[in-house]
């Protein structure tokens, strides 16, 4: 059954809530929030290299098992390269797992 936008968006701000909320937002520079079906997707500042594999986009996603899949791309000049993509991740892993592929700090 299809989302509506409500609920997509629901569904986006708990991902956003899980990963760290706005401390998240301000500790990365997530920008772009977009939500999606079951997820959301957001950018990072990719231009100053600070970011482990140049990571600039990041996809997040409930899946059916309630738990997550989450992708780490790179994007330059309109070409995409998956960098890693994590599967079965339960809502408390989150963090560690962004924290482990973008050396970003999630929190204070």
Known sequence: MEQTR???IAVANE??????GNKFRVMTGAKDIFALENGVSF??????????????YIKVWLDPS???????WKYRKLHGQKIAEYRDIYNDQLQDVFTEE???QTHL
């Not at 950018?43 to 600039?56: D, E, S």
């Not at 309630?66 to 780490?72: A, H, L, P, S």
């Open 6 to 8: 409500y609920e997509q």
């Open 15 to 20: 991902i956003i809530r899980q990963l760290g």
């Open 43 to 56: 950018k990072l500042p990719g231009g100053g290299g600070f970011i482990k594999h140049g990571i600039n």
């Open 66 to 72: 309630d738990t997550y899949t989450i992708e780490f």
């Open 102 to 104: 973008t050396g970003l």
